[in-house]
């Protein structure tokens, strides 16, 4: 068994390790609303689900050298934002989404995403994906290195679920992970999909 001291390792070499380890991780595009209107769409596989009871998200919305990114800054200031749960069919153009845009051009309507409206904020979110949760924010905890901001741990409320009526059973109220199709974020370039599903009982 290798051990590594974090504190003696470079930030990228802690990163490789927590990436590469911490898998199958699930992968959050995240519509926000910035202060002009423009509709900012960003993908993120620091994502999970933080409650539910009541029902919330978390989304950690990683810094670069200390410069907060438009999805954070959009959230903290609108305290609205719209998650989707990226899969097989919209991972390409997500993906695309990555790319760094100016703060006033959208990463949505650069891939030609279809808006759909929100019933509960005014963040709208996009058709292409099985998955959307309208949030507002619950609350947001800066994370640090030293004195520098490095990340911005972000809680969102879901106070919508929108979710294809394909995916759904509505008997037992669960969604189908095959009809999903849900895709997760591994290391470097690699992603994965849901391979083989096994079930164990849970001991009473």
């Known amino acids: ?95 695309e989404t990555a790319a760094t845009l100016p703060p006033d051009e959208s990463e949505v309507e650069k891939e030609n995403f279809t808006l759909v409206p929100s019933d509960e904020i005014s963040v709208p979110g996009i058709k292409e994906a099985k998955v959307r949760f309208e949030c507002v924010l619950e609350t947001c905890v800066p994370l640090r290195e030293g004195e520098r901001i490095s990340s911005d741990f972000i809680i969102g409320r879901v106070v919508k679920f929108h979710v294809d009526k394909e995916i759904y059973d509505a008997q037992s109220g669960r969604i189908n992970e095959k009809k999903l199709g849900a895709v997760s974020r591994l290391a470097g370039t690699n992603y994965a999909h849901i391979g083989d599903v096994f079930s164990l009982q849970r001991p009473k």
């Open 1 to 95: 068994m290798l051990s590594f001291d974090p504190k003696n390792q470079t930030v990228r070499e802690n990163y490789k390790l927590l990436i590469g380890t911490v898998i199958p991780r699930p992968i959050a595009f995240v519509t926000s609303v910035a202060e002009d209107g423009t509709i900012n769409g960003a993908p993120f596989s620091f994502f999970n689900v933080a409650s539910s009871h009541p029902p919330m998200l978390s989304v950690a919305v990683q810094r670069t050298n200390g410069v907060q990114k438009d999805t954070a800054r959009n959230i903290l200031a609108k305290k609205e934002f719209v998650i989707h749960v990226v899969d097989g069919t919209n991972v390409e153009k997500i993906n």
